[in-house]
């Protein structure tokens, strides 16, 4: 049976929220173990190993995370959010990354996130966390 509307929409905000919160287990437990993860910024696909440890990194240097302006879209099969990442560095640099990611789900999980960001922004922030 297909992931309902609302199923996916539940997915979708507990991925986010559990970013926000730093919880990289719980999005962990969202991705499916064979997940594609791809950036625009270097076109490749990561694993779900190599995304979590990526966001483990972003927890480690940041003081918080917040999702802003988030508009979250649902369709058979996935959804599309757009939203701006807030962030602070351990230094006190302010991140504030516009982004779009397009998530498929299956059977509950995610299995591929495509995520569209201007890399220029990341850039600094890493050069400049903390």
């Not at 918080?64 to 962030?87: D, I, K």
């Amino acid at each position: 049976m297909p992931d309902s509307p609302d199923d996916i929409r539940n997915l979708a905000t507990r991925f986010f929220d559990a970013i926000e919160k730093g919880d990289v287990d719980t999005v962990a437990a969202t991705y499916a173990d064979d997940v594609a993860v791809w950036h625009n910024t270097d076109q490749l696909e990561n694993t779900k190993a190599e995304n979590v440890e990526t966001l483990k990194g972003m927890v480690k240097f940041s003081k918080f995370r917040t999702y802003t302006n988030r508009r979250l879209e649902v369709f058979p099969g996935g959804f599309v959010q757009q939203h701006v990442l807030e962030a602070e560095g351990l230094s006190g640099y302010r991140l504030s990354l516009p982004a779009c990611i397009i998530c498929a789900v299956s059977n509950g999980k995610i299995t591929r996130l495509d995520e569209y960001f201007d890399s220029a922004v990341v850039n600094a922030w890493r050069a400049n966390r903390g």
